[in-house]
């Protein structure tokens, strides 16, 4: 990065992601309740693009099934709140490590190919996901889905009354989830991860086990997915099929590609832009499918690195 | 017994329609090697321009070949305005394509709305032919055969004339092609219309075999992934192969495991991958 400009953006950028988690903190007892609950969603879906960067943004693999693995977190949770009454957290331990398994089981296949049999895969991977959520009925419901999963009691309610609950769990889970992606990408694991993006070859020349690291991404990038549909299904309430259509899977891709790939941040921001444009521009039209058709076409051709990267001077 | 040859037959008709839309698509990827997502909007309008075209003109025929040269015509106005502003950047593609696809699904919406529609077709396609106890219905007759005469035509132009040598060319090695003077541009933007047209066909086809109706074009997509990761990137053999296998992995899959039928996209897929990552016909 060239030092001085790069520094001075990279400072800034850190001075307003603190400022952004502060008023995150503190505003929402002011705020309309139904300006929270779009906030809500906007942290679930950030959670899920930020994992998605891990893949795309940082190793290079551009990863199309994301939605695969927020669908197992997002069923595995409806399953357990509503048929057996779990807990908070066991729902949600048990939805990350479902998550990650099945990333497992999915990178054993996808990282037999790379480029765009990588992305086909992974998307083939993610419609069938939504093929298992909308025709195994018995366990699914199908196209009903799974309605009335109940709010999680917290016990939180001292803190910011009962309305709000959700959200600062949301909140603390997101923050948590972004100091971990952070700590990560800084780790000698994310740098290598970084080579591996820039050069596969170079990296195993250097002794580095590049098909594991993948790997390893992949299952990682899955488990935060997991815990973001988790979330997604105490949020919603309901949990079906639409909820992991193909047009959702892209949609972390895209906000990843808008926010900025490779940045971490650009993403989170990317997942806020979209689900906010998404309820503001629904207010005054039916075609909101249109305005997304646009975003992807404006972003594919004028702004393929995304917000920050109009602000980063381009490197090498 | 009976069970078997319905159900054979059932899945060799369906292999028919995957073959349409799975074989544009591993065209494309030969040629330009990009995920199109919007392979299955071609279908989409392709069945919808051909159902409005039945209504009035009341010749299948006809609507077929309108319906599938409109969508090429507009494939190839994609392919020179979009897609070549953004060559060689996987993801910017693949972006684009979703766009696409999102216009146009919503356009169909905006113009049809919501309701499924049936193409009836010419009388005969409700008819069946009995052999035997066993009958098979000429719209699956029609079904296969139009798949495997296309399929003759198809390979007839890619090995025995000198565009097809051309797109072989371009698929093994695009720069060294260019630099022999072939206008692989104009070549790609050919492969993409001759694409969009195939899947114009099997909408057609396929608003007369299952309806059209929103959505079918992201149900329809995956299938022709499938055939083209099984297959091989731009092999129309491969692509013939893999839409059989899938067809009746698929039929018998609804017929003996209705709840995880969809599942039985992923095992084929599984197992090349397993064995052979380019693909059965694939060259890596």
């Known amino acids: 990065m060239t030092a001085p400009a790069g520094r001075r953006v990279r400072a800034v950028l850190v001075l307003a992601g603190g400022v952004a988690l502060v008023l995150l903190a503190v505003l929402p007892p002011s705020l309309p309740t139904y300006v929270v609950i779009v906030l809500t969603e906007c942290l679930i879906y950030a959670v899920a693009a930020g994992s998605l960067d891990l893949l795309i943004g940082y190793t290079g693999l551009a990863s199309l099934g994301h939605a ?16 057996s009454g779990a807990s908070f957290g066991t729902a949600l331990g048990a939805s990350v490590l479902l998550a990650a398994a099945a990333s497992a089981a999915v990178g054993l296949l996808a990282l037999r190919a790379s480029g765009i049999y990588f992305m086909m895969i992974t998307l083939s991977v993610a419609m069938c996901a939504w093929g298992l959520a909308y025709r195994w009925v018995s366990l699914t419901g199908g196209d009903t889905g799974i309605v009335g999963i109940p709010r999680p009691r917290l016990g939180l309610g001292w803190l910011a009354g009962e309305g709000l609950e959700f959200y600062y769990a949301t909140l603390a889970l997101f923050a948590g989830c972004l100091v971990l992606l952070l700590l990560l990408v800084a780790s000698p694991f994310g740098r290598t991860l970084v080579g591996i993006r820039d050069s596969e070859s170079r990296m195993r020349v250097l002794g580095f086990n590049v098909w594991l690291h993948k790997y390893l991404a992949l299952v990682i990038a899955g488990a935060f997915a997991g815990l973001a549909g988790s979330l997604y299904a105490y949020y919603n309430g309901f949990v079906g099929p639409n909820a992991v259509d193909l047009a959702h899977s892209m949609q972390f891709v895209l906000m990843v590609i808008v926010g900025g790939p490779g940045t971490l941040v650009g993403p989170l921001l990317g997942a806020f832009m979209i689900t906010v444009l998404e309820k503001a521009v629904s207010v005054f039209t039916e075609r909101w499918v249109m305005v997304l058709a646009a975003v992807y076409v404006v972003t594919a051709l004028w702004a393929p690195r995304g917000l920050l990267g109009l602000l980063r001077p381009v490197r090498r | 017994m009976q069970f078997w040859i319905t159900q054979a037959f059932n899945g060799i008709s369906y292999a028919a329609l995957l073959f349409l839309v799975g074989g544009g698509l591993t065209l494309i990827f030969g040629v330009m090697k990009i995920v199109n997502i919007a392979h299955g909007s071609f279908y989409l309008l392709g069945g919808y321009l051909g159902v409005a075209l039945f209504a009035r003109t009341g010749s299948f025929y006809l609507a077929l070949a309108a319906a599938a040269v409109a969508v090429a015509l507009a494939g190839m106005l994609v392919e020179r305005v979009f897609l070549r502003a953004v060559e060689g950047d996987d993801l910017r593609q693949m972006l684009l394509t979703m766009g696409i696809a999102l216009f146009v699904q919503d356009l169909c919406l905006l113009v049809w709305g919501g309701d499924p529609f049936n193409l009836r077709g010419p009388v005969y396609f409700g008819w069946s032919v009995k052999v035997g106890g ?17 399929f003759v035509v198809l390979w007839w132009f890619q090995e025995r004339t000198r565009a097809g040598a051309m797109v072989r060319a371009a698929v093994d090695n695009a720069e060294m092609t260019e630099a022999l003077g072939v206008n692989v541009p104009l070549l790609r933007m050919g492969v993409f219309g001759l694409g969009a047209l195939l899947a114009a066909f099997g909408g057609v ?11 079918v074009d992201f149900e329809i997509l995956p299938y022709a992934f499938v055939v083209v990761i099984v297959g091989g990137m731009g092999s129309l053999t491969g692509a013939l192969v893999a839409a ?5 992995a698929d039929n018998f899959g609804k017929a003996l495991f209705p709840e995880i039928s969809y599942f039985t996209l992923f095992a084929p897929m599984g197992i090349v991958l397993a064995l052979r990552p380019s693909g059965l016909f694939g060259r890596s």
């Open chain 2, 134 to 150: 066993l009958s098979f219905p000429v719209l699956r007759l029609f079904m296969i055969g139009a798949a495997a005469l296309l």
């Open chain 1, 68 to 83: 695969a693995f927020f669908t197992v977190g997002a069923y595995t949770t409806a399953l357990l709140a509503t048929r």
């Open chain 2, 205 to 215: 086809v396929g608003s007369a075999f299952m309806g059209i109706y929103p959505g």
């Open chain 2, 244 to 248: 059989v296998l899938l067809g009746l």
